[in-house]
Antibody
Framework: EVQLVQSGAEVKKPGESLKISCKGS????????IGWVRQMPGKGLEWMGA????????MYSPSFEGQVTISADKSTSTAYLKWSSLQASDSATYYC???????????????WGQGTMVTVSS | QSVLTQPPSASGTPGQRVTISCSGT????????VNWYQHLPGTAPKLLIY???QRPSGVPDRFSGSKSGTSASLAISGLQSEDEADYYC???????????FGGGTKLSVL
């Protein structure tokens, strides 16, 4: 079964760092882009950026460039989303997702992770 | 403010047909495929329509998509209570070089 399994919920304080993960299985992880999508409480979906695990080619939405770092380790089939200094406004649910066509960065996401809820509060 | 514009809410009664619109520009919907997702609270979004009007296997044919110019729409016929969810349109944007989503439409089945 093709799936993406994300790391568990996190509660952090402002200024702390955080790295959440998204592990793929059931397919060749390296040849599919992985995207990250944010959903703030009560709000809609926002595309943050994506990575191609095969060569770590990465792209970011202008809204998130410099705010987060996307990385991947193809040897463990895992993608990551990292913050170096969290803010309360980073509180949200974060989803990783995979397009239905390999090597395509812009096709529809057909496989989604279950989401990781991040709460940032002092 | 989302790049793609959707109505915030829609509603219908069981058995009815409802349509959700999605408006964009020449750099996104006008030149790229539109996808639609269904999102229930606490779950992962589910792909309903890809490439404007294609249904993944397992998606009932009650769901259909269309696109014309810089607008797209999702139609749900034979509305059922389990269709109550948030619906998002999405497309690639050539100017932003990234994916863009609509703000989402909350569908209520009365």
């Amino acid at each position: 079964e093709v799936q993406l399994v994300q790391s568990g919920a996190e509660v952090k304080k402002p200024g702390e760092s955080l790295k959440i993960s998204c592990k793929g299985s059931g397919y060749t992880f390296a040849i599919y882009w992985i995207g990250w999508v944010r959903q703030m409480p009560g709000k809609g979906l926002e595309w943050m950026g994506a990575i191609y695990p095969g060569d770590s080619d990465t792209m970011y939405s202008p809204s998130f460039e410099g705010q987060v770092t996307i990385s991947a380790d193809k040897s463990t089939s895992t993608a990551y989303l990292k913050w170096s200094s969290l803010q309360a406004s980073d509180s949200a649910t974060y989803y990783c997702a995979r397009p239905y066509i390999d090597q395509s960065m812009n096709d529809a996401f057909d496989i989604w992770g279950q989401g990781t809820m991040v709460t940032v509060s002092s | 403010q989302s790049v793609l514009t959707q109505p915030p809410s829609a509603s219908g009664t069981p058995g009815q047909r409802v349509t959700i619109s999605c408006s964009g520009t020449s750099s996104n919907i006008g030149s790229n495929n539109v996808n639609w997702y269904q999102h229930l609270p606490g779950t992962a979004p589910k792909l309903l329509i890809y490439r404007n009007n294609q249904r993944p296997s397992g998606v009932p044919d009650r769901f259909s998509g269309s696109k014309s110019g810089t607008s797209a729409s999702l139609a749900i016929s034979g509305l059922q209570s389990e269709d109550e969810a948030d619906y998002y349109c999405a497309a690639w944007d050539d100017s932003l070089n990234g994916r863009v989503f609509g703000g989402g439409t909350k569908l209520s089945v009365l």
